[in-house]
C-alpha cells in the first residue's frame, strides 16, 4: 500500500530499515520470518518510482549489488555485503544511523 501511494502521489518511495541482516543475503530479520529485496521490490506498483532503500543491517551490501545489478532501486548500505555492521548498542542505534542522523562523523564501516 505504501509504494502505491507513493506512485499515485507522483513520490519516490524511501524506506529505511534498522536491524538484523541475514548472512549470505542481507534479508531482513523479524520474529516471524525474513523480508528479502525481491519481495519488497515485489511491493512496487506498474510505473512506480524506483524506492530509495537505507538499510542499516548486517551483510546490508547484498541488497546494494541486488538494486545495481537490476536497476530496481538505489540503495545505501550500512556495510559491503561480506560484513557486519556496527551497532553501539543501547538507545544509540548502529554507526549508519548515527551518521544519517547526524549524531556522528563519517561511519567507521565503508558504505555500499
Known sequence: ??????????IVPV?????????????WCFSDGTLSF???????????KNPWIFADCC???????LARSKGSAS?????????????????????FTAWITGRRGKPTRPMV
Do not use: R
Request: net charge negative; with cysteine; proline share 3%.
Open 75 to 95: 540503495v545505501l548500505a550500512a556495510c559491503p555485503y561480506f560484513m557486519t555492521a556496527l551497532d553501539s548498542g543501547g538507545l544509540d542505534g548502529g554507526n
Open 59 to 65: 551483510f546490508a551490501g547484498h541488497w546494494a549489488n
Open 38 to 48: 525481491d519481495e519488497v521490490m515485489s511491493c512496487k506498483p506498474s510505473g512506480g
Open 1 to 10: 500500500e505504501f509504494m502505491s501511494d507513493c506512485k499515485a502521489q507522483g
Open 15 to 27: 524506506i529505511y530499515y534498522t536491524g538484523h541482516g541475514s548472512a549470505g543475503s542481507g534479508d
